[in-house]
Protein backbone atom coordinates (compact mmCIF):
# COMPACT_ATOMS: atom_id res chain seq x y z
CA UNK A 1 0.00 0.00 0.00
CA UNK A 2 0.99 3.58 -0.33
CA UNK A 3 2.74 5.36 2.16
CA UNK A 4 2.50 8.82 2.75
CA UNK A 5 4.38 11.55 5.12
CA UNK A 6 2.78 12.80 8.19
CA UNK A 7 3.65 16.10 8.22
CA UNK A 8 6.86 17.36 10.41
CA UNK A 9 6.12 14.03 11.64
CA UNK A 10 8.57 12.46 9.70
CA UNK A 11 6.79 9.32 9.65
CA UNK A 12 5.58 6.97 7.01
CA UNK A 13 1.88 6.27 7.24
CA UNK A 14 -0.69 3.78 5.11
CA UNK A 15 -2.95 5.75 2.49
CA UNK A 16 -5.41 4.07 4.25
CA UNK A 17 -5.93 4.14 7.71
CA UNK A 18 -8.04 1.88 10.45
CA UNK A 19 -10.55 3.66 12.64
CA UNK A 20 -12.01 2.24 15.46
CA UNK A 21 -14.82 4.31 16.23
CA UNK A 22 -18.07 4.03 17.06
CA UNK A 23 -19.78 4.70 13.73
CA UNK A 24 -18.12 1.29 12.23
CA UNK A 25 -18.29 -0.10 15.25
CA UNK A 26 -15.88 -3.48 14.94
CA UNK A 27 -13.43 -2.43 16.90
CA UNK A 28 -16.23 -1.44 19.74
CA UNK A 29 -18.57 -4.03 19.06
CA UNK A 30 -16.95 -6.68 16.99
CA UNK A 31 -16.17 -10.47 18.75
CA UNK A 32 -12.77 -11.09 19.47
CA UNK A 33 -12.48 -13.29 16.67
CA UNK A 34 -13.88 -10.44 13.79
CA UNK A 35 -11.32 -7.74 15.64
CA UNK A 36 -8.54 -10.06 14.79
CA UNK A 37 -9.06 -11.05 11.16
CA UNK A 38 -9.71 -7.60 10.15
CA UNK A 39 -7.09 -6.13 11.88
CA UNK A 40 -4.56 -8.99 10.88
CA UNK A 41 -5.65 -8.03 7.24
CA UNK A 42 -4.92 -4.87 7.31
CA UNK A 43 -1.76 -4.90 8.33
CA UNK A 44 -1.04 -7.78 5.99
CA UNK A 45 -2.37 -5.37 3.17
CA UNK A 46 -0.01 -2.73 4.95
CA UNK A 47 -1.98 -0.42 6.79
CA UNK A 48 0.15 0.69 9.97
CA UNK A 49 -1.95 3.75 11.69
CA UNK A 50 -4.76 2.60 13.86
CA UNK A 51 -6.80 5.48 15.23
CA UNK A 52 -8.80 5.40 18.40
CA UNK A 53 -10.14 7.93 21.27
CA UNK A 54 -11.23 7.41 25.09
CA UNK A 55 -14.33 8.34 24.03
CA UNK A 56 -15.31 5.33 21.34
CA UNK A 57 -17.14 2.76 23.13
CA UNK A 58 -16.70 4.54 26.65
CA UNK A 59 -13.16 3.12 26.03
CA UNK A 60 -14.10 -0.79 24.85
CA UNK A 61 -12.13 0.74 21.75
CA UNK A 62 -9.00 1.64 23.24
CA UNK A 63 -9.32 -1.89 24.96
CA UNK A 64 -10.51 -3.98 22.62
CA UNK A 65 -7.65 -2.70 19.87
CA UNK A 66 -4.83 -3.42 22.26
CA UNK A 67 -5.86 -6.69 23.11
CA UNK A 68 -5.97 -7.38 19.51
CA UNK A 69 -2.84 -6.58 19.01
CA UNK A 70 -1.29 -8.07 21.30
CA UNK A 71 -2.95 -11.57 20.09
CA UNK A 72 -1.50 -10.94 16.92
CA UNK A 73 1.85 -10.04 17.70
CA UNK A 74 2.39 -6.41 15.76
CA UNK A 75 2.47 -2.71 17.49
CA UNK A 76 1.52 -0.25 14.40
CA UNK A 77 1.29 3.43 14.69
CA UNK A 78 -1.64 3.99 17.40
CA UNK A 79 -3.21 7.44 17.53
CA UNK A 80 -5.74 7.87 19.93
CA UNK A 81 -7.19 11.20 21.37
CA UNK A 82 -8.73 12.87 24.61
CA UNK A 83 -12.00 15.03 25.66
CA UNK A 84 -11.65 18.18 28.59
CA UNK A 85 -14.14 20.23 30.16
CA UNK A 86 -14.15 23.28 29.09
CA UNK A 87 -14.84 24.35 32.58
CA UNK A 88 -11.68 22.35 34.17
CA UNK A 89 -9.18 24.99 35.51
CA UNK A 90 -6.37 22.69 35.64
CA UNK A 91 -6.17 21.36 31.63
CA UNK A 92 -2.50 19.90 32.18
CA UNK A 93 -3.62 17.56 34.95
CA UNK A 94 -6.71 16.43 32.85
CA UNK A 95 -4.97 15.42 30.15
CA UNK A 96 -2.39 13.93 31.71
CA UNK A 97 -4.78 11.63 33.37
CA UNK A 98 -6.96 10.62 30.45
CA UNK A 99 -3.71 9.76 28.74
CA UNK A 100 -2.75 7.54 32.06
CA UNK A 101 -5.88 5.90 31.79
CA UNK A 102 -5.45 5.37 27.72
CA UNK A 103 -2.16 3.80 27.98
CA UNK A 104 -3.61 1.43 30.71
CA UNK A 105 -6.52 0.02 28.49
CA UNK A 106 -4.10 0.09 24.81
CA UNK A 107 -1.73 -1.77 26.80
CA UNK A 108 1.25 0.47 25.81
CA UNK A 109 4.20 2.60 27.28
CA UNK A 110 3.20 5.39 25.13
CA UNK A 111 1.08 6.44 21.68
CA UNK A 112 2.29 7.76 18.55
CA UNK A 113 -0.46 10.01 18.14
CA UNK A 114 -1.58 11.89 21.56
CA UNK A 115 -4.95 14.25 19.72
CA UNK A 116 -7.38 16.72 21.67
CA UNK A 117 -10.73 15.31 20.58
CA UNK A 118 -12.98 18.89 21.60
CA UNK A 119 -14.42 21.23 18.96
CA UNK A 120 -12.21 24.03 19.15
CA UNK A 121 -14.08 27.67 19.09
CA UNK A 122 -14.12 31.50 19.92
CA UNK A 123 -10.68 32.24 19.03
CA UNK A 124 -10.85 35.21 21.04
CA UNK A 125 -11.19 33.91 24.35
CA UNK A 126 -14.71 33.94 24.51
CA UNK A 127 -17.00 31.21 25.94
CA UNK A 128 -17.32 28.85 24.32
CA UNK A 129 -21.05 26.83 24.54
CA UNK A 130 -20.70 23.10 25.09
CA UNK A 131 -17.80 20.77 24.65
CA UNK A 132 -15.90 23.80 23.04
CA UNK A 133 -12.50 25.10 23.88
CA UNK A 134 -11.15 28.00 23.11
CA UNK A 135 -8.03 28.58 20.47
CA UNK A 136 -6.48 30.59 23.20
CA UNK A 137 -6.65 27.62 25.48
CA UNK A 138 -5.65 25.35 23.32
CA UNK A 139 -2.43 27.17 22.58
CA UNK A 140 -1.82 28.31 25.80
CA UNK A 141 -2.52 25.58 27.99
CA UNK A 142 -3.24 22.39 25.83
CA UNK A 143 -0.11 22.71 23.59
CA UNK A 144 2.63 22.78 26.66
CA UNK A 145 1.02 20.15 28.30
CA UNK A 146 1.04 18.35 25.50
CA UNK A 147 4.96 19.29 24.84
CA UNK A 148 5.22 18.05 28.31
CA UNK A 149 3.90 14.66 27.81
CA UNK A 150 6.17 14.32 24.69
CA UNK A 151 9.30 15.41 26.56
CA UNK A 152 8.41 12.44 28.87
CA UNK A 153 8.34 9.90 26.22
CA UNK A 154 5.14 8.95 26.42
CA UNK A 155 3.91 10.40 23.61
CA UNK A 156 5.44 10.96 20.22
CA UNK A 157 3.71 13.58 18.28
CA UNK A 158 0.47 15.73 19.37
CA UNK A 159 -2.29 16.90 17.04
CA UNK A 160 -6.03 18.19 17.24
CA UNK A 161 -9.49 17.84 16.06
CA UNK A 162 -9.73 20.06 13.22
CA UNK A 163 -13.72 20.83 14.02
CA UNK A 164 -15.36 23.81 15.47
CA UNK A 165 -15.46 26.98 14.30
CA UNK A 166 -13.34 27.54 10.72
CA UNK A 167 -11.45 30.50 12.45
CA UNK A 168 -10.21 28.91 15.52
CA UNK A 169 -9.28 26.39 14.11
CA UNK A 170 -7.21 28.40 11.62
CA UNK A 171 -5.65 30.40 14.42
CA UNK A 172 -4.47 27.03 15.95
CA UNK A 173 -3.18 25.33 12.56
CA UNK A 174 -1.65 28.68 11.97
CA UNK A 175 0.20 28.93 15.04
CA UNK A 176 2.22 26.00 13.89
CA UNK A 177 2.83 23.99 17.22
CA UNK A 178 1.20 20.96 16.48
CA UNK A 179 1.63 18.10 14.13
CA UNK A 180 -1.00 16.52 13.06
CA UNK A 181 -5.24 17.74 12.37
CA UNK A 182 -7.85 15.25 11.87
CA UNK A 183 -9.71 16.81 8.72
CA UNK A 184 -13.10 16.53 7.36
CA UNK A 185 -13.43 16.00 3.93
CA UNK A 186 -15.88 14.06 1.78
CA UNK A 187 -18.05 14.40 -1.50
CA UNK A 188 -20.67 16.18 0.43
CA UNK A 189 -18.41 18.68 2.01
CA UNK A 190 -14.75 18.88 0.43
CA UNK A 191 -14.27 22.78 0.90
CA UNK A 192 -11.20 21.95 3.11
CA UNK A 193 -9.96 20.75 -0.21
CA UNK A 194 -10.98 23.22 -2.93
CA UNK A 195 -12.85 26.83 -2.37
CA UNK A 196 -16.90 26.40 -2.72
CA UNK A 197 -19.39 28.33 -4.27
CA UNK A 198 -21.41 30.95 -1.90
CA UNK A 199 -24.71 29.32 -0.68
CA UNK A 200 -22.76 25.69 -0.53
CA UNK A 201 -24.83 23.73 2.21
CA UNK A 202 -22.43 22.93 4.72
CA UNK A 203 -19.30 24.61 6.88
CA UNK A 204 -16.84 26.01 4.56
CA UNK A 205 -13.24 24.79 6.37
CA UNK A 206 -11.74 27.76 4.00
CA UNK A 207 -9.15 25.13 2.05
CA UNK A 208 -7.84 24.36 5.29
CA UNK A 209 -5.76 21.22 3.78
CA UNK A 210 -3.35 24.11 2.13
CA UNK A 211 -3.06 26.27 5.83
CA UNK A 212 -1.93 22.73 7.11
CA UNK A 213 0.34 22.10 4.21
CA UNK A 214 1.88 25.48 5.17
CA UNK A 215 2.98 24.85 8.24
CA UNK A 216 4.27 20.86 7.81
CA UNK A 217 0.91 19.62 9.66
CA UNK A 218 0.15 16.08 9.02
CA UNK A 219 -3.54 15.40 7.85
CA UNK A 220 -5.59 12.50 8.75
CA UNK A 221 -8.66 12.65 6.48
CA UNK A 222 -11.97 11.98 8.86
CA UNK A 223 -15.45 11.43 7.96
CA UNK A 224 -14.27 10.14 4.41
CA UNK A 225 -17.90 8.85 4.08
CA UNK A 226 -20.00 11.04 5.88
CA UNK A 227 -20.56 8.00 8.75
CA UNK A 228 -22.22 6.28 5.62
CA UNK A 229 -24.03 8.51 3.84
CA UNK A 230 -22.19 8.55 0.48
CA UNK A 231 -23.36 5.34 0.44
CA UNK A 232 -26.15 6.45 -0.95
CA UNK A 233 -28.66 4.20 1.39
CA UNK A 234 -29.85 4.37 4.62
CA UNK A 235 -29.83 0.86 6.10
CA UNK A 236 -27.16 0.42 8.93
CA UNK A 237 -24.85 -2.63 9.61
CA UNK A 238 -25.74 -4.55 12.89
CA UNK A 239 -22.46 -3.04 13.94
CA UNK A 240 -22.59 0.05 13.06
CA UNK A 241 -23.81 3.02 15.48
CA UNK A 242 -27.60 2.82 15.03
CA UNK A 243 -27.76 6.63 13.97
CA UNK A 244 -24.81 9.20 13.65
CA UNK A 245 -25.31 13.04 14.06
CA UNK A 246 -23.38 14.39 10.46
CA UNK A 247 -20.18 16.42 11.10
CA UNK A 248 -19.99 19.45 9.41
CA UNK A 249 -22.71 18.38 5.94
CA UNK A 250 -26.47 18.14 6.28
CA UNK A 251 -29.08 18.97 8.58
CA UNK A 252 -29.50 15.19 8.87
CA UNK A 253 -28.70 11.66 7.99
CA UNK A 254 -31.12 10.78 5.57
CA UNK A 255 -30.25 14.59 4.19
CA UNK A 256 -27.04 13.74 3.51
CA UNK A 257 -27.78 10.07 1.98
CA UNK A 258 -30.35 12.14 -0.49
CA UNK A 259 -27.37 14.86 -1.49
CA UNK A 260 -25.48 11.72 -1.75
CA UNK A 261 -27.85 10.54 -4.75
CA UNK A 262 -27.11 14.15 -6.75
CA UNK A 263 -23.39 12.40 -7.29
CA UNK A 264 -24.47 9.34 -9.07
CA UNK A 265 -22.72 11.02 -12.38
CA UNK A 266 -19.44 9.89 -10.70
CA UNK A 267 -20.39 6.37 -10.40
CA UNK A 268 -22.49 6.62 -14.26
CA UNK A 269 -19.41 7.41 -16.53
CA UNK A 270 -17.37 5.06 -14.82
CA UNK A 271 -14.81 7.35 -12.62
CA UNK A 272 -15.93 4.79 -9.41
CA UNK A 273 -17.89 1.38 -9.16
CA UNK A 274 -19.75 3.27 -6.20
CA UNK A 275 -19.49 6.53 -4.05
CA UNK A 276 -17.93 4.70 -1.30
CA UNK A 277 -14.88 4.46 -3.76
CA UNK A 278 -15.32 7.78 -5.19
CA UNK A 279 -15.08 9.20 -1.97
CA UNK A 280 -12.28 7.45 -0.66
CA UNK A 281 -10.17 8.23 -4.09
CA UNK A 282 -11.40 11.88 -3.98
CA UNK A 283 -9.74 12.63 -0.69
CA UNK A 284 -6.51 10.78 -1.61
CA UNK A 285 -6.77 12.97 -4.94
CA UNK A 286 -5.03 15.84 -2.43
CA UNK A 287 -0.97 15.62 -1.97
CA UNK A 288 -1.76 17.17 1.67
CA UNK A 289 -3.56 14.60 2.98
CA UNK A 290 -1.93 11.67 4.71
CA UNK A 291 -3.79 8.95 5.40
CA UNK A 292 -7.65 8.55 4.71
CA UNK A 293 -9.24 7.23 8.00
CA UNK A 294 -12.50 4.50 7.33
CA UNK A 295 -14.61 2.99 9.86
CA UNK A 296 -15.46 -0.63 9.57
CA UNK A 297 -18.51 -2.75 10.53
CA UNK A 298 -17.39 -6.00 8.58
CA UNK A 299 -14.09 -7.41 6.84
CA UNK A 300 -15.65 -6.45 3.49
CA UNK A 301 -15.76 -3.11 4.66
CA UNK A 302 -11.92 -2.62 5.01
CA UNK A 303 -11.33 -5.14 1.92
CA UNK A 304 -13.36 -2.84 0.05
CA UNK A 305 -11.61 0.54 1.34
CA UNK A 306 -8.76 -1.19 0.38
CA UNK A 307 -9.17 -1.78 -3.26
CA UNK A 308 -10.35 1.87 -3.81
CA UNK A 309 -7.25 2.70 -2.63
CA UNK A 310 -5.16 0.64 -4.90
CA UNK A 311 -6.94 2.28 -7.81
CA UNK A 312 -5.64 5.48 -6.80
CA UNK A 313 -6.76 8.83 -6.69
CA UNK A 314 -9.69 10.17 -8.73
CA UNK A 315 -8.37 11.58 -12.29
CA UNK A 316 -8.76 15.42 -13.26
CA UNK A 317 -12.05 14.46 -15.05
CA UNK A 318 -13.56 13.73 -12.48
CA UNK A 319 -12.66 16.17 -10.05
CA UNK A 320 -14.02 18.69 -13.06
CA UNK A 321 -17.48 16.66 -12.62
CA UNK A 322 -17.27 17.31 -9.24
CA UNK A 323 -16.87 20.67 -9.34
CA UNK A 324 -19.62 21.11 -11.32
CA UNK A 325 -21.94 19.07 -9.62
CA UNK A 326 -20.62 20.70 -6.16
CA UNK A 327 -21.80 24.24 -7.89
CA UNK A 328 -25.34 22.47 -8.32
CA UNK A 329 -25.49 22.13 -4.42
CA UNK A 330 -25.00 25.60 -3.72
CA UNK A 331 -27.93 26.70 -6.42
CA UNK A 332 -30.28 24.27 -4.60
Not at 170 to 194: E, F, K, M, R, Y
Request: aromatic letters at 4%; glycine letters at 10%.
Amino acid sequence: MEQRVLGRTGLRVSALGFGCGDVGGLIVRGTPAERERAVACAVEAGINYFDTASSYGSGESERNLGQTLKAIGVRPYVGTKFRLDPAETDLAAAIARSLEASLQRLGLDSVDLFQLHNLIVAPDGAPAPGRGLPARRVLDEVVPALAALRRQGKIRFAGITALGDTGAVHTVLDAGVIDTAQVCLNLLNPSAAVAVSTGFPAQDFGRLLDRARNQGVGVINIRVLAAGAVSGVTQRHVLAMPSVTPIASGPDYAADVERAQQLRPLVDKGYADDLVEASIRFSLASEAVSTVLVGYSTLEHLEKAIAAVERGPLPAPALDLLNDLWAGFARR
